[in-house]
C-alpha cells in the first residue's frame, strides 16, 4: 500500500495512492469492512489505529480499491501532495551509512551508527521548492532511503525491528555545507528551513521484496551523481531500529533517514553545489521518485 498524504480546500489529509490516483484515506476505509478501528482522516491517525497490522489492513484496502470505489479525490498530476506523514516528532538521520560514502570522507568505518537529529520544520513534500539558496552557496544533496516508525518503539531487538516499522520512502537530506562546519555541531547545517523533501508516498513493507536489497539513484537536472544499493549500507535498518530503540523511543510517524551513499556535491573535485532553478530527482527501488526544484534565491 502507498499511503500519502494530501492537501484541500479544507487542510491536508490522508490518502492511499493506486495505479496513478488518490484515493481518500478515511473514504476508503469507510468502504473497506475489514477497517474497524475508528476514523483515520490522516496518516498519523493510520498509525495510531493500524501501525501493529499493516500487512492486513494493506490487503484489505487492496481489495477494495479492485472494486472501484467512490473515494477517488484525483489523478496524481492533479493532486498536491506533502510529506508521508505531516508533523512527526522525531527526524532522525543515520551519517556515514554505506561504506563507499565513509571512503570518499577519508573517515574509518563507525563502530556504532552515527546519529543526528533535523527538525519537522525542515521537512518538505514533493510538490514543494527546495529552500537554503537565501542562506548558502554550498547547497548539497543526500539521497536516502528513509524508515517510518508504525508503533511505539523501546528496547526492541534486532529480530523484531522490522516489526516496528510501518514503512520506506524517500528523503534528500539537503545540506549547508559552509554552515555544517562553521563549528563541531553539524545541526546549523541541516536545520535551514525547507530543505528536506520526503515522499512521494510511504510504502508498507509488504509491497517491498527485501528493504536491503534496494536501487538507489540521484539525478540533479537529469544528470546521474549518486548510485548505490541498500545491500552497501553499514548498518541495516533492522539494527538501526533496535539501535535507537535501546535509548529512546520512537513512536508512530517518526522519520529515520537511513544515509547517503558516495557521490555527494562537497567531495567531488571541483564541488557541485545545487543552485536555483535546478532539479533533484533521487529514484529508489520499489519505494518512489522524489522530484524537487530548488527555489529561487
Not at 17 to 34: A, C, I, M, Q
Not at 82 to 88: E, I, N, Q
Not at 199 to 222: C, F, H, K, M, Y
Not at 223 to 236: G, P
Request: hydrophobic share 35%; net charge negative; glycine share 10%.
Amino acid at each position: 500500500m502507498k499511503i500519502v498524504s494530501y492537501r484541500n480546500q479544507s487542510g491536508t489529509r490522508g490518502g492511499v495512492l493506486f495505479n496513478g490516483e488518490v484515493f481518500d484515506l478515511e473514504e476508503l476505509l469507510n468502504e473497506t469492512p475489514e477497517a474497524t478501528r475508528g476514523a483515520c482522516n490522516s496518516v498519523t491517525d493510520l498509525l495510531n489505529h493500524y501501525g501493529y497490522d499493516l500487512t492486513s489492513l494493506s490487503n484489505a484496502v487492496s481489495q477494495t480499491l479492485l472494486r472501484s470505489p467512490s473515494s477517488r479525490v484525483g489523478s496524481l498530476d492533479d493532486v498536491y501532495l506533502d510529506g508521508p506523514v505531516v508533523g512527526p516528532s522525531k527526524v532522525l538521520c543515520v551519517g556515514l551509512n554505506y561504506k563507499d560514502h565513509v571512503a570518499e570522507t577519508g573517515r574509518a568505518l563507525p563502530e556504532y551508527p552515527d546519529i543526528f537529529a533535523k527538525f519537522a520544520s525542515t521537512l518538505i513534500g514533493p510538490a514543494d521548492e527546495i529552500g537554503g539558496r537565501n542562506v548558502t552557496d554550498n547547497l548539497d544533496f543526500e539521497g536516502e532511503l528513509a524508515v517510518v516508525i508504525g508503533r511505539a518503539a523501546a528496547n526492541v531487538s534486532e529480530d523484531e525491528a522490522l516489526e516496528y516499522v510501518a514503512g520506506l520512502t524517500v528523503l534528500n537530506d539537503i545540506t549547508a555545507r559552509d554552515l555544517q562546519y562553521r563549528g563541531t555541531q553539524w545541526l546549523p547545517g541541516k536545520a535551514v528551513d525547507g530543505s528536506t523533501p520526503w515522499g512521494p508516498a510511504l510504502v508498507t513493507l509488504d509491497d517491498i521484496s527485501d528493504p536491503q536489497s534496494l536501487e538507489l539513484v540521484t539525478r540533479i537536472n537529469g544528470v546521474e551523481y549518486q548510485r548505490s544499493n541498500t545491500r552497501h549500507q553499514i548498518f541495516s535498518i533492522a539494527q538501526i531500529v533496535s539501535y535507537l530503540s535501546g535509548f529512546l523511543t520512537l513512536n508512530p510517524g517518526d522519520v529515520i533517514a537511513t544515509g547517503t551513499p558516495q557521490g555527494i556535491g562537497a567531495k567531488r573535485n571541483p564541488p557541485v553545489w545545487l543552485d536555483s532553478g535546478d532539479v533533484v530527482e533521487i529514484d529508489i527501488e520499489e519505494v518512489g521518485i522524489l522530484r524537487n526544484t530548488v527555489a529561487r534565491r
